[in-house]
């Protein structure tokens, strides 16, 4: 995977989203298998299950296909070096997030973890109160 100094190995933005539509479409054709034993007889059945968007799954389809070990630098914009990318960048981040959330909101996907994955926390406020009394004996 050397390339020469100076190139990029996704040569450009359109090429980056290109290559994140050929992941979606990946993960969408390639659920999980989960096998499963159903009835009193339990008979083994193989239930697929959906496979959500991730940045890391991504990264590792390209790894996967030998176009690059890390795309660390496109998305955190190293040296200024990527400045065209990040338009694209963030639409997959973007992306992914809603396609997390959404699987989380109708039950594809656990929610809590989507949650935490995304930084969505429900708060509570709790207010305690203390009073304190105090009694003085004279003499």
């Not at 990264?59 to 070990?69: H, L, M, R």
């Amino acid at each position: 995977m050397a390339r020469p100094k100076g190139t990029k190995y996704i040569e450009t933005p359109e090429l980056l989203i290109e290559l994140f539509a050929e992941y979606r479409t990946w993960v969408k054709e390639n659920p999980f298998k989960i096998k499963d034993w159903v009835g009193g007889l339990g008979k083994e059945v193989i239930r697929e299950k959906e496979r959500p968007l991730t940045l890391e799954g991504f990264e590792n389809y390209c790894f996967d296909k030998g176009v690059i070990k890390n795309l660390g630098h496109y998305f955190s914009n190293l040296n200024n070096q990527y400045e065209d990318y990040l338009p694209i960048c963030s639409h997959i981040r973007k992306i992914i997030r809603e396609e997390q959330i959404s699987g989380g909101m109708a039950g594809i996907y656990n929610p809590s973890i989507t949650q935490r994955l995304n930084s969505l926390v429900e708060k509570t406020e709790n207010k305690h109160e203390v009073n304190e009394i105090i009694i003085k004996r004279e003499g």
